[in-house]
Nanobody, 111 residues
Framework: QVQLVESGGGLVQPGGSLTLSCAAS????????MNWYRQAPGKERLWVADISSTGGTTSYVDSVKGRFTISRDNSKNTVYLIMNNLQPEDTAVYYCYGPTWGQGTQVTVSS
């Protein structure tokens, strides 16, 4: 079965950092581009970042450019989202997406 499992979410103060992980199984991870999305309360799920299958190309929504970094380790079947200088507007459930959706992990940025 195809499965994506996010972890690493939590509560952080504005300006803080957090790294999310997404562990993949059940498919050939190294052949898929991967994405991070997020969904704030009462809002639609929005794309945040993506990375090519080899990790050579990345892209980001404007609001996180310069603060977030998407990366992957194909030997570990894992994609990461390194989040720096977090702000309250980053508060959301973060989802990993490839051939399917993960269950999401909560990120809360609050003082």
């Amino acid at each position: 079965q195809v499965q994506l499992v996010e972890s690493g979410g939590g509560l952080v103060q504005p300006g803080g950092s957090l790294t999310l992980s997404c562990a993949a199984s059940g498919f050939r991870f190294s052949t898929y581009p991967m994405n991070w999305y997020r969904q704030a309360p009462g809002k639609e799920r929005l794309w945040v970042a993506d990375i090519s299958s080899t990790g050579g190309t990345t892209s980001y929504v404007d609001s996180v450019k310069g603060r977030f970094t998407i990366s992957r380790d194909n030997s570990k079947n894992t994609v990461y989202l390194i989040m720096n200088n977090l702000q309250p507007e980053d508060t959301a459930v973060y989802y990993c997406y490839g051939p399917t959706w993960g269950q999401g992990t909560q990120v809360t940025v609050s003082s």
